[in-house]
Nanobody, 125 residues
Framework: QVQLVESGGGLVQAGGSLRLSCAVS????????LGWFRQAPGKEREFVAA????????YYADSVKGRFTISRENAKNMVYLFMNRLKPEDTAVYYC??????????????????WGQGTQVTVFS
C-alpha cells in the first residue's frame, strides 16, 4: 500500500508561482512512477506531469511544458511540482498519484494505482 499526501496549494495571482509537495510513504518506490494530475470544475481529470522514481525521467502535458517542473527527492520520499507563470486556466484540484512498473502511458490515469486527496490551486487574474 502507498499513501500520498499533497500540500502547497493556495490562491495566487496570474503570473505567480506555487510549489506543490507530495509526501509518499508505505513501500519502496524504485519501481514507481509518480504523477500529478488536475481536475478543474466541470472537467475531467487530466495529466500534468510525471517522474520515474528510478532514473528520474520526466513527462509533461503540452499545456504546462516550460512552466511546470516535476522533481523527486528520494531521501525524503517527496515529489514536487514547481509551477511558474501560472494562468487562470491552471485553476484546479491537483492530485498526486503513484503507479507501479511497467507503465507505458505516463499520461493515463488508469496506469496509476494510488491517489492522494488533492490540493486546491486557484489562480486569479
Amino acid at each position: 500500500q502507498v499513501q500520498l499526501v499533497e500540500s502547497g496549494g493556495g490562491l495566487v495571482q496570474a503570473g505567480g508561482s506555487l510549489r506543490l509537495s507530495c509526501a509518499v510513504s508505505g513501500r519502496t518506490f524504485s519501481r514507481y512512477v509518480l504523477g500529478w494530475f488536475r481536475q478543474a470544475p466541470g472537467k475531467e481529470r487530466e495529466f500534468v506531469a510525471a517522474v520515474r522514481w528510478s532514473g528520474g525521467s520526466t513527462y509533461y502535458a503540452d499545456s504546462v511544458k516550460g512552466r511546470f517542473t516535476i522533481s523527486r527527492e528520494n531521501a525524503k520520499n517527496m515529489v514536487y511540482l514547481f509551477m511558474n507563470r501560472l494562468k487562470p486556466e491552471d485553476t484546479a484540484v491537483y492530485y498526486c498519484a503513484a503507479g507501479e512498473y511497467p507503465i507505458f502511458r505516463e499520461y493515463a490515469e488508469q496506469e496509476y494505482d494510488y491517489w492522494g486527496q488533492g490540493t486546491q490551486v486557484t489562480v486569479f487574474s
